[in-house]
């Protein structure tokens, strides 16, 4: 397994490298064995599926209150987990990830399906 690492800035004190360093062969984000990629958002999962996804199941409907707002992000969350696996999320950064060097790194958005 590789990690993604943001590498905001309260995420890349050392004591947090120290132990991605520690618990992964390899992972990606500043300081990392991998460098964060260029146009990471076509290759990160909460860019590419999680906003969407959420934003799709929660506004399906006008929301009526605060309340209904906050119920309906809980249900599309608790929704998602039972739906997505690992290896979807998996197969689906590999797909990108070579879209992306087909493209010598360019946009690859419009590209997929």
């Not at 991998?34 to 969407?52: A, H, K, N, Q, Y």
């Not at 929301?63 to 929704?79: G, K, M, N, P, T």
Request: hydrophobic share 35%.
């Amino acid at each position: 397994m590789i990690y993604q690492h943001d590498g905001a800035p309260p995420h890349f004190f050392r004591a947090v490298r120290q132990h991605l360093d520690e618990t992964f062969t390899c992972w990606i984000g500043r300081g990392g064995t991998i460098p964060w990629p260029p146009r990471s958002p076509d290759l990160t999962p909460m860019e590419f599926f999680v906003w969407g996804y959420l934003k799709e199941r929660v506004y399906h409907q006008e929301v009526d209150s605060e309340a209904e707002l906050r119920q309906r992000i809980l249900q599309a969350a608790i929704e998602m987990r039972r739906v997505v696996t690992a290896g979807v999320t998996g197969r689906k950064v590999r797909e990108r990830a070579r879209a992306c060097l087909r493209q010598n790194g360019g946009h690859i958005e419009q590209l997929l399906q």
